[in-house]
């Protein structure tokens, strides 16, 4: 890969191929039936497909993994295989899944190598997090209802489950004792899919079956409007801070809610007064949210003091939400800085290190890195100099330069550039705030980190290109472009 990377990055597993997930069962038809039954269920929506092979030595296992490769692949979805790395390995499958007592998730994932699927089943949050966090692309959480062998209890509540979800951001597929008459119990607790055997594979009519589950599934899944909160400051002129936050999520179909950092006197023209909230007040809006209304995605803007920083940071820790976007505003459009050191400090201490993507301006980038930006070779070293502190994604925005609009993403060393469309508009007021708005939005909606930035930007295109023109000054965007045509 060369220094500035790939346009585009191939997901390993989507949410939506978790929706019907199904674990075969040799023992609940013929041999010589069992590809055909397969295939039958394929056709109808299993959108996963996990081998699981009881009982046979590994070369029997292996050829019997090469048999249904085949058909996997002619329905394009996720081919896994169950425990066996080995086997998983021989076969060329597109990935494997693991029990607890299985060979370590950090070992599985050095044995299959970083373009395989990764699946380990858990059972409590701290499993949970550290299968995510040891390298595992998707999570089997359960058993969820009583089955077969434990017909008295299941071995995780929905509490827990719902508890799962919200500590990972990785998809969670619901397992053990689903069936069409309780998949629906699970509505609202955040996993993905479902995976079943006799569900499907127990019943008369295998296809019927699988259609039904599937279409119950996506009911499931569907969550409720999405919720997003803002941590920011208020613009009384509507164009930035918490108004464009709000107006954003709004046009993401999403349902917005604010904690208030600071309140300012602005409008186009300039910036007039600011008068800063207590932290513990800020505090207290922050466990008023999340302790009724818990969001999916937070985006954190105007956050003024080191204070407020500290007490914005200590809330995050304690209700861990699943997405943060940091915005760091730190710098005016003129050059002027607005943290002052020890809340700059404490910002790249505390804050940032929370995030799951930060976006910062040129300006921005500059004072994080410590570094002069003039060129996208600029963006590429400083976005290596802020990995030294933070590693997660960071989009630097590139809208400043002066030969291109372009914004890159770096992950885990991979460096995304996403081209910039230059619009020719002079009204920019609130442009940062409503970026890192649409891209917690579309992060609460269930779309990657690369497919959040890229929705982003054509949102900001749009905006832009719909050339609103209030006020004396530099004016907003319009928020409501999409609605308005």
Not at 293 to 322: C, F, N, W
Request: hydrophobic share 40%; glycine share 8%; proline share 3%.
């Amino acid at each position: 890969m060369d220094k500035f990377g790939k346009w585009v990055r191939k997901l390993k597993i989507e949410p939506r191929e978790l929706s019907l997930y199904l674990v075969t069962d040799r023992s609940w038809s013929q041999d010589d039936g069992f590809i055909a039954q397969i295939e039958e269920v394929l056709q109808n929506g299993v959108s996963m497909l996990q081998l699981r092979e009881k009982h046979v030595d590994q070369e029997l296992f292996v050829a019997r993994a090469l048999e249904l490769k085949g058909l996997a692949a002619q329905y394009q979805v996720p081919y896994i295989i169950n425990d066996d790395v080995e086997v998983a390995i021989r076969a060329n499958a597109d990935g494997v899944h693991i029990g607890q007592s299985d060979c370590s998730v950090s070992e599985t994932r050095r044995m299959i190598g970083e373009d395989k699927i990764l699946g380990v089943s858990t059972q409590t949050v701290e499993e949970a997090i550290r299968a995510e966090k040891e390298g595992a692309d998707y999570l089997g959480v359960g058993a969820v209802f009583p089955t077969a062998t434990k017909s008295d209890a299941s071995d995780v509540s929905y509490e827990t489950l719902q508890a799962i979800c919200h500590a990972v951001s990785i998809p969670v597929v619901a397992i053990g004792g689903i069936s069409k008459g309780n998949v629906m119990q699970l509505k609202g607790s955040g996993v993905q899919g479902i995976a079943v055997i006799s569900a499907i594979l127990g019943q008369a009519n295998v296809g019927q079956a699988a259609k039904a589950l599937k279409g119950l599934s996506l009911r499931m899944a569907r969550s409720e409007m999405p919720r997003v909160l803002t941590i920011a400051g208020s613009d009384c002129s509507g164009g930035a801070g918490i108004q464009a936050d709000l107006k954003t999520m709004a046009a993401h179909g999403c349902y917005g809610m604010s904690a208030i950092t600071a309140l300012t006197a602005q409008n186009t023209t300039g910036v007039y007064g600011v008068v800063n909230c207590e932290p513990d007040f800020v505090e207290s809006q922050i466990d008023c949210i999340f302790q009724d209304i818990r969001p999916d995605a937070v985006k954190i803007g105007m956050v003024s003091s080191a204070e407020i920083i500290h007490s914005v940071a200590q809330k995050l820790k304690t209700y861990q939400p699943a997405h943060i976007v940091v915005d760091p505003v730190m710098v005016a459009t003129s050059g002027s800085k607005l943290l002052a050191e020890d809340a700059m400090d404490a910002l790249k201490r505390e804050l940032i290190p929370l995030a799951t993507v930060i976006t910062p301006n040129l300006y921005e980038a500059e004072l994080l890195a410590g570094m002069k930006i003039a060129s996208a070779a600029d963006m590429v070293s400083a976005a290596e100099k802020i990995a030294s502190f933070y590693s997660g994604n960071i989009l630097i925005k590139g809208g400043h330069l002066e030969d291109c609009a372009n914004d890159l993403l770096v992950a885990n060393g991979e460096a995304i550039w996403f081209e910039g469309k230059r619009v020719e508009n002079p009204n920019t007021h609130g442009t940062g705030c409503t970026l890192s708005s649409a891209i917690a939005s579309n992060l609460a909606k269930g779309y990657t980190v690369t497919e959040s930035i890229q929705n982003s930007k054509a949102y900001i295109t749009g905006a832009l290109e719909d050339m609103l023109d209030l006020g004396q000054g530099s004016g907003p965007l319009n928020h409501q472009y999409q609605s308005t045509k």
